[in-house]
């Protein structure tokens, strides 16, 4: 079945570092892949997304790059601010199988604090 | 705009006691979900529906029960809670199916726990 792994947390990082999130995925066909985030408090946002290999995603200054040699997705910033200290979710979307919905399937979550 | 609205926002329970989350979304999404979410596991499926009328089980549906029947709504119902449904739940929306790249709107969470 699907998997999605995520590096372990929780992240902390002075204001201005670069920032690396692990993601690595486990799916049949060519599934589409997205980060999520979630601030405290909130419910889950569409950070980025990437459906089909070598692709990049990028938003508010964060990138991802759909490697599917590797089957990876690793979310990059260069430079965090405090304003990014939240929950950040790898997932994975497929309609393998027929089903009509196409679930995703959610990483664990990387919790990330950035002090200023 | 509002979005997805998820009431309860807390809520606390006895074990046996049955209670429904509501969710309601104002954007003509025909794609609705649950989804609960525990420390270390990220979010598991429970239930979703792709139209008015439709349901089905995700990975996790046991002692959860749902319905749609209109488009704006799709409750949640837990038939007799248990210490295990503890947890945080979040209702989200689409306009197609969110695997294909469709962005997934989620509300704000519910936060359940079963005494």
């Known amino acids: 079945g699907n998997s999605v792994t995520q590096m372990e947390g929780p992240v902390t990082l002075s204001e201005e570092a670069f920032l690396t999130i692990n993601c690595t995925y486990t799916?049949?066909?060519?599934?589409?892949l997205f980060w999520y985030v979630q601030y405290p408090g909130e419910g889950l946002q569409l950070l980025l997304k990437a459906t089909k290999a070598d692709d990049k995603g990028s938003n508010k200054g964060f990138e991802a790059t759909y490697r599917k040699e590797t089957t990876s997705f690793h979310l990059e910033k260069g430079s965090v601010q405090v304003s990014d200290s939240a929950v950040y979710f790898c997932?994975?979307?497929?309609?393998?199988?027929?089903?009509?919905?196409?679930?995703?399937?959610f990483g664990q979550g990387t919790i990330l604090t950035v002090h200023p | 705009n509002a979005g997805v609205t998820q009431t309860p926002k807390f809520q606390v329970l006895k074990t046996g006691q049955s209670m429904t989350l509501q969710c309601a979304q104002d954007m003509n999404h025909e794609y609705m979900s649950w989804y609960r979410q525990d420390p270390g596991m990220g979010l598991r499926l429970i239930h979703y529906?792709?139209?008015?009328?439709?349901?089905d089980q995700g990975e996790v549906p046991n002692g959860y029960n749902v319905s749609r029947s209109t488009t704006e709504d799709f409750p949640l119902r837990l038939l007799s809670a248990a210490p295990s449904q503890t947890s945080v739940y979040f209702c989200?929306?689409?306009?197609?199916?969110?695997?294909?790249?469709?962005?997934?709107?989620f509300g704000e969470g519910s936060w359940l726990t079963v005494v």
């Open positions: 997932a994975l979307g497929s309609n393998a199988g027929g089903t009509s919905y196409g679930k995703l399937t």
């Open positions: 529906s792709v139209g008015a009328g439709i349901t």
């Open positions: 799916a049949t066909g060519y599934p589409s």
């Open positions: 989200a929306s689409s306009y197609g199916a969110g695997s294909s790249g469709n962005t997934i709107y």
